[in-house]
């Protein structure tokens, strides 16, 4: 049984800071590189962070560098997402994957969490 759970969101007001995380059981995390997603209503989902496997390595989308940072401890089978300086237009819900890759790539995302909800307003 392969699972992810994202966790962490909820209600901030601009401005403020939210960390997710993403835990993994039935697979060891390690191995694959995971990729943060978002989608809010009534639009495409899109792509917001990635890590390497090992971590050396992260990418960002253009909208969210600066404020997001992506992390993970592969001995809890964890990866992070620390939100700071949100903005209205980061409101979606979140969600975690894991690549059949260890390096980021477009592609090869097989598995994948419920979600999370992050609300950005005042």
């Known amino acids: 049984q392969l699972q992810l759970v994202e966790s962490g969101g909820g209600l901030v007001q601009p401005g403020g800071s939210l960390r997710l995380s993403c835990a993994a059981s039935?697979?060891?995390?390690?191995?694959?590189?995971i990729g943060w997603f978002r989608q809010a209503p009534g639009k495409e989902r899109e792509g917001v962070s990635c890590i390497s496997s090992s971590g050396d390595r992260t990418n960002y989308a253009d909208s969210v560098k600066g404020r997001f940072t992506i992390s993970r401890n592969n001995a809890k089978n964890t990866v992070y997402l620390q939100m700071n300086s949100l903005k209205p237009e980061d409101t979606a819900i979140y969600y975690c994957?894991?690549?059949?890759?260890?390096?980021?790539?477009?592609?090869?995302?097989?598995?994948w969490g419920q979600g999370t909800q992050v609300t950005v307003s005042s």
């Open positions: 039935g697979f060891t995390l390690a191995y694959y590189a």
């Open positions: 994957a894991a690549s059949r890759f260890s390096v980021c790539v477009d592609t090869g995302y097989d598995y």
